[in-house]
């Protein structure tokens, strides 16, 4: 099956300073990725849908300033965490959707753990 | 808007035996997708089964099959003989059936279920 990496799997940072976490799709194009953020033993819960070439769609309460999305092409998704709190500690995943008519697929980044101190 | 509920938070089974993990969910949309996945400790999503919501027949994929109720909005996987390696945390979630939409692909989570498999 069709595989998404995502870069990297772990990061520590200082308070304040950027994060940047990417998500590629290796073997097919994804015109559509969804970041999820999912905080320990909770569910995963929808940040922002990316698609390529246009803005990103930001859930409600997702600060678009703070949580950036760019998805400058059909295989690579980037969001990057801007002036980083303990707060935004939490393990990321992206996601991109099947293809049109395979309904079974999806297929998610094996996640990155991002801690803040 | 599309709700999925897991209402059990944690449950036990001894290993070898069957256990029933509960999802229902709620949409408007005729046309959905069910899923189930496994998410162990280091927090990859395993796909464990799908079910259209037009398929007239219950899903299976090895020890796992889905229990699926249409008219009660009910999914719940169903593990038979479990190992000790199905100790992990199990999420039920809905997608859209609305293929080339722009949310297409858009999953909603329940809540999970740990699931903790005794020797």
């Known amino acids: 099956g069709a595989v998404v990496s995502q870069h990297p799997s772990r990061v520590i940072c200082k308070s304040g300073t950027s994060v940047k976490i990417e998500c590629r799709s290796l073997d097919f194009q994804a015109t559509t990725m969804f970041w999820y953020r999912q905080f320990p033993k909770q569910s995963l819960m929808l940040m922002a849908t990316?698609?390529?070439?246009?803005?990103?769609?930001?859930e409600q309460g997702v600060e678009k300033d703070k949580f950036l999305i760019n998805h400058a092409s059909l295989t690579l998704s980037t969001l990057t965490v801007t002036s980083a709190h303990p707060e935004d500690s939490s393990f990321y995943i992206c996601s991109a959707p099947a293809r049109a008519g395979v309904a079974r697929e999806q297929y998610f980044g094996p996640g990155t753990r991002l801690t803040v101190t | 808007a599309q709700k999925i509920t897991q209402t059990q938070p944690g449950m036990f089974v001894q290993e070898k035996e069957a256990v029933t993990l509960d999802c229902t969910y709620d949409?408007?949309?005729?046309?959905?997708?069910l899923f189930w996945y496994k998410q162990p400790s280091s927090g990859e999503m395993i796909f464990l089964i799908y079910q259209g919501s037009y398929d007239q027949q219950n899903a299976t994929e090895g020890r796992y099959s889905l229990n699926f109720q249409k008219a009660r909005k009910s999914a719940n996987l169903v593990i038979s003989a479990s190992q000790l390696g199905d100790s992990a945390m199990y999420f039920c979630?809905?997608?859209?059936?609305?293929?080339?939409?722009?949310?297409?692909?858009?999953?909603?989570f329940g809540q999970g279920t740990i699931l903790t498999v005794h020797p």
């Open positions: 990316s698609n390529e070439g246009s803005k990103a769609t930001y």
């Open positions: 979630a809905m997608r859209d059936g609305n293929a080339g939409g722009t949310s297409y692909g858009k999953l909603t």
């Open positions: 949409t408007s949309d005729p046309s959905y997708g």
